[in-house]
């Protein structure tokens, strides 16, 4: 089956630290990727969609600047938290959308990345 | 955009027994829903999903309903079992073509199997 891949699994730094988080899709390619920040007992909230090799898309309210993304190939994403702070705290998962002929992919997830800012 | 909205928020079934969960979506151009389970700490996992040009869709114990007109989806469980407990969370896709095909999810639903 379709398996998405992300590194790292927790995070836990100082506040004003960069944080880097990778996605890969590991057997199929990727054209779209989205990254989500899940809070507690909450459903997931969309923060930006990537095409590889475009900018992404960000969803309103999500600061561009802060979260940086890069969708450099058909099988990674990354998304920087830069200079995080005990707000940005969260569980941040990735999801990347099969490329299927003819239709639209189902979408697979991440094992999610629980960031900590101290 | 999309707007999902899911209940019950909460579901507590004795195991054997059936559990339905039930979303609505406001955009008649969204043509595809998915359903995701959730275990504490874990990814979300599709577990089972359905297309516009369907009606209903089946895989063992779990099923799928979609009326396009009413705008609403449900998801079927029979003969539940403790391991079925978890958070199950629907979603809409908007149209892809001059949108991104975003997923739009619900709230979700925790489900618990009491043995």
């Known amino acids: 089956g379709a398996v998405v891949s992300q590194h790292p699994s927790r995070v836990i730094c100082k506040s004003g630290t960069s944080v880097k988080i990778e996605c890969r899709s590991l057997?199929?390619?990727?054209?779209?990727m989205f990254w989500y920040r899940q809070f507690p007992k909450q459903s997931l909230m969309l923060m930006a969609t990537s095409n590889e090799g475009s900018k992404a898309t960000y969803e309103q309210g999500v600061e561009k600047d802060k979260f940086l993304i890069n969708h450099a190939s058909l099988t990674l994403s990354t998304l920087t938290v830069t200079s995080a702070h005990p707000e940005d705290s969260s569980f941040y998962i990735c999801?990347?959308?099969?490329?299927?002929?003819?239709?639209?992919?189902?979408?697979?997830f991440g094992d999610g990345t629980r960031l900590s800012i101290l | 955009g999309e707007n999902v909205e899911q209940h019950p928020s909460t579901l507590s079934v004795q195991e054997g027994d059936s559990a339905v969960i039930k979303c609505t979506y406001s955009d008649s151009a969204s043509n595809y829903f998915p359903w995701y389970k959730q275990e504490l700490g874990k990814r979300p996992q599709l577990i089972i999903d359905?297309?516009?040009?369907?009606g209903e869709k089946k895989d063992q114990r779990i099923a799928v309903t979609l009326n396009k007109t009413a705008k609403h989806f449900s998801l079927h469980i029979t003969e539940t079992q403790p391991e079925d407990s978890a958070v199950y969370f629907c979603a809409a896709r908007e149209r892809q073509g001059s949108t991104l095909g975003r997923l739009y999810f619900g709230r979700g639903t925790q489900l618990t199997v009491w043995p």
């Open positions: 359905i297309r516009s040009n369907v």
């Open positions: 057997d199929f390619q990727a054209t779209t």
């Open positions: 999801s990347a959308r099969e490329r299927q002929s003819g239709v639209t992919g189902p979408q697979h």
